[in-house]
């Protein structure tokens, strides 16, 4: 499209044949590539996921233009303004979740297909970040998982906050003076700046309470481009017009009537291109940098403010700049809807089909071919269809795409689909399969680890009352127990987990140990202390010194301030925090064993399932291995901090040793015996990996009752 320059001060697009707006196009286009790349790689871009922040403030800002053009506001504006965004955005999603729910079956695996039957329900009614919340699913988790519909999340947001803005209008029309809905705004803003900030992290990513701000800072934006020097509310000098030429984006785009056209706004006069092309530099940076410049809430913060500085700045045309403007950018933000939609499920397809957990090179660039082939056949079709067809015509076929999905989740078509392509193999690849499967979903973390392990009120009184997660605090007294030996084991999941080997060994072995108490809560580390695990570490240092126990068990997984470069000084704080950890343990208890980290696989959705999805497709399981020597190197920082812990009661379990003992120097995933996988996940050990350690457990128990001095009676 050609666009007429105009000598300054005439404000943006002042001819008859209105055009659209390029910088926001180009905002919308780096928008969706920091959100591509994060995604691709999001070790690489760990910021890019504020391009969906982008994306609201850019949606506030046209939502304002939209309807703050119409000279009043009552059910035909919003009858006519809801059935542009229907027409918009539905259909294509509809599209999406239609071939999706055909596709999805073909490419992933059965227990995926379950979840995706239960996620399109939600998604289909633009609920996705609710029911995440609900579920309490964490965004930045799923982005390694294999849900298919996550990104669905933003959409939800925004049409939630469709159903809301008419009325803000609304509300700014009943306000007598500017400066009063400018106070509005801002009041809003800043009760849902502070939602977020004071929420937990789930409810602050997904409900629209908690990114409103987003939205009104976009709609202030607005409101601030269009303030002349006389700061007159309602004054006849500029006027807003529907987009004629727009086949893109929001269909409305700030315009003005050439008639107005002399007349030209505070903020604009003073601002230049260069300093466009700065604060768009600026973005740029923020976004795509392979550093976390600023916390994730700075972050968000920074970037809502520069794009709405970016949509105030570019209301004149040559206060655009050229990086926001050049035609790729800007045309990648004319694709960017449908490349939204269509990026990710590609992304999960080629993760679940190559089981990897991140993508190589390679796989980036045939993800990126597929995406945009698709998208720009899809958006000089059917967008381009859409944006033009009647409200009736898009119903229609929604209606159509909506019913066809109730009709095939009502009669189970895609677990049917995925049950007709699943492989016939032998009875004991059969066998293997569905072990893998039942150990891919262990729901071990919800219940206690064995029958046994029982209500402990002793271990709860000496950690005066306080209870963290009852599953993980139990105590079991052997029956068949002759000593008088106490054993403590704690940390977190993996302590939980390792208790089921260590009943057996102790009842086979160790009648000396008359019980085993085990206090414990997920995902807390000794070194790697969160807010809240204090109460729980507070509660171990407590326990130890009444129970006064035999031995203790320090059993946890990484941690990753213990894996950060070593200082070379003797002042590594955390070498000093794990040594204060250990020596508050070994004053009361009289040994302590301290499990090593072990091997660890990398799978795309857990070993379990890994082992399952390849053995269901006759899929070779040869590399499902790593070698002694490169967990070493990894974890050559953790070992050295190992090695400056000299406490004499302390002692070191080396678990690696019996994890990669089948063969020298490697570390197998799976028993090749009988095809079960060694993990549950990529973290805890399944039946056949605790029985690994089994022999390693024996030993050092052994060891520590040796060194106490008791004898077997």
């Keep these: 499209e050609a666009h007429t320059y105009l000598p300054l001060p005439i404000p943006l697009y002042a001819s008859t044949a209105m055009t659209k707006r390029p910088d926001l196009q180009g905002i919308r286009g780096l928008a969706i590539v920091a959100v591509l790349a994060f995604h691709l790689n999001e070790a690489k871009f760990p910021s890019g996921f504020v391009g969906v922040d982008m994306f609201f403030v850019l949606s506030g800002y046209l939502m304002s233009v939209i309807l703050s053009k119409e000279d009043t506001i009552d059910m035909s504006v919003f009858r006519q303004f809801y059935f542009r965004r229907f027409k918009r955005i539905v259909p294509l999603y509809a599209i999406m979740i239609a071939v999706l729910t055909i596709v999805i079956p073909c490419f992933l695996l059965r227990r995926d297909v379950l979840e995706f039957c239960k996620d399109v329900v939600w998604a289909a009614v633009f609920g996705t970040n609710i029911h995440d919340v609900l579920d309490e699913k964490d965004y930045f988790a799923e982005v390694f998982d294999s849900n298919v519909l996550t990104h669905t999340w933003s959409l939800g947001v925004e049409i939630q906050y469709y159903l809301i803005v008419p009325f803000i209008i609304l509300a700014q029309r009943k306000l007598p003076q500017k400066w009063m809905c400018m106070f509005l705004l801002a009041v809003l803003l800043i009760g849902s700046l502070a939602f977020q900030l004071l929420s937990s992290p789930n409810v602050a990513f997904n409900l629209l309470l908690s990114r409103v701000w987003q939205f009104l800072a976009g709609g202030i934006a607005h409101e601030v481009s269009s303030w002349t020097p006389l700061n007159e509310f309602r004054s006849g000098t500029v006027k807003y017009e529907k987009l004629r030429t727009d086949e893109h984006a929001e269909i409305e785009i700030d315009c003005v009537e050439p008639n107005d056209a002399e007349v030209q706004t505070f903020f604009n006069s003073a601002l230049a291109s260069p300093s466009t092309d700065l604060l768009s530099f ?30 105030i700045m570019g209301t004149q045309e040559n206060r655009q700049g050229v990086l926001l403007t050049n035609r790729p950018l800007v045309y990648m933000g004319d694709i960017s809807y449908i490349v939204y939609l269509a990026h990710w499920p590609i992304i999960i397809i080629w993760k679940s089909v190559t ?11 045939f993800c990126l071919m597929i995406t945009f082939v698709l998208s720009i056949i899809a958006h000089h079709t059917a967008e381009q269809y859409f944006i033009r067809a009647t409200a009736k015509t898009a119903s229609i076929t929604v209606a159509i795409l909506y019913g066809f999905l109730a009709v095939a989740l009502l009669l189970n078509i895609p677990l049917r689909i995925s049950t007709a392509l699943e492989g016939q193999a032998t009875v004991d690849v059969q ?5 893998n499967e039942k150990e891919s979903h262990t729901t071990y973390w919800n219940k206690r680890p064995f029958k046994d392990c029982v209500n402990d009120p002793e271990g709860t009184k000496m950690r005066d009352g306080y209870s963290g997660k009852k599953e993980y605090e139990c105590i079991w007294k052997p029956t068949n127990a002759t000593g008088p030996l106490k054993m403590l084991v704690i940390c977190n999941s993996i302590a939980h987990r390792a208790t089921k080997i260590l009943k057996p060994i102790i009842e086979q072995n160790f009648p000396q140990i008359a019980l085993m108490r085990l206090y414990a809560n997920s995902a807390c580390q000794p070194v790697d202390i969160v807010k809240r695990c204090r109460s729980y570490f507070d509660g171990v240092h407590k326990l130890v010194r009444a129970m006064k126990p035999d031995m203790t068990f320090v059993i946890s997984d990484n941690s990753k301030r213990l894996m950060t470069p070593l200082t070379n000084g003797t002042d590594d704080v955390a070498t000093t925090d794990l040594t204060v950890f250990l020596q508050s343990l070994a004053n009361s208890s009289r040994l302590v064993v301290l499990d090593e980290f072990y091997p660890q696989p990398a799978t795309s959705a857990g070993m379990a399932t890994s082992m399952h999805k390849r053995l269901l497709r006759n899929q070779s399981t040869t590399d499902l291995k790593g070698t002694l020597e490169s967990f070493q190197a990894k974890y050559a ?70 060194r106490l001095g008791v004898t077997r009676i």
């Excluded at 976004?287 to 700075?298: H, T």
């Excluded at 066998?431 to 072990?435: E, G, L, P, V």
Aim: aromatic share 10%; hydrophobic share 55%; charged share 15%.
């Design 431 to 435: 066998a293997a399969i569905k072990w």
């Design 355 to 365: 089981d990897s957990i991140s993508l190589s090179l390679i796989a980036v660039l």
């Design 282 to 311: 600026a973005l740029f940076v923020l976004v795509l940098s392979p550093w976390n410049i600023l916390p994730a809430a700075a972050l968000r913060f920074v970037a809502v403010l520069v794009t709405s500085g970016l949509l």
């Design 637 to 706: 920082n953790y070992f050295a901090r190992l090695d400056r812990v000299l406490i004499p009661n302390v002692i070191r379990h080396n678990t690696s040793a019996a994890l990669c003992a089948e063969e020298k120097g490697l570390c197998w995933w799976y028993n090749r015996r009988n095809l079960h996988s060694y993990f549950t996940d990529n973290l805890h050990l399944s039946a056949d990996g605790l029985e690994l350690l089994r022999d390693s457990y024996a030993k050092i128990i052994q060891n520590v009752i040796d």
